[in-house]
């Protein structure tokens, strides 16, 4: 058995490149509102910082959403980018990505209630955060 301190040093000798690299980003933004159901309201862009590599792939998404008041019956949550949507279960949570999605670019959440006529009390998201770990 190695002691930890020649482990530790070995693990310090390797290469940068010898491990996966990654990291992760945040963007914040207020969201968009709608009195009447079966309306699409699209979130402002959260977008990630340009120094992140374009080859980057998300590995991991987590996400809050802040309302006004209690979300109504039948509302979707949908984080988009160009090319894919991803629905979302909740306001608030975190998910595993393990198909290719860069992590490079613009986000948006995109809220629906599926339900016609006026909404009582209205959807007002206040706050919308997207956390993205990446490789």
């Known amino acids: 058995m190695m002691p930890a301190a020649v482990i530790l040093g070995m693990a310090l000798a390797l290469p940068a490149g010898a491990a996966p690299s990654g990291g992760s980003w945040s963007d914040t933004a207020a969201g968009g509102s709608t009195r009447t159901g079966k309306q699409i309201v699209r979130g402002r862009a959260l977008s990630s910082p340009s120094a992140i590599p374009a080859s980057a792939k998300v590995t991991r998404?987590?996400?809050?959403i802040t309302l006004l008041a209690p979300p109504p019956p039948g509302l979707e949550i949908k984080?988009?980018?160009?090319?894919?949507?991803?629905?979302l279960p909740s306001l608030a949570g975190q998910r595993s990505i393990t198909f290719p999605l860069s992590a490079t670019g613009e986000f948006r959440f995109i809220y629906t209630v599926n339900k016609r006529g006026p909404l009582r009390p209205a959807l007002n998201v206040v706050n919308q955060q997207l956390i993205v770990n990446y490789r």
Do not use: G, P, V
Request: overall charge positive.
């Open 79 to 87: 984080l988009c980018r160009r090319d894919r949507c991803l629905r």
């Open 61 to 64: 998404i987590s996400w809050r």
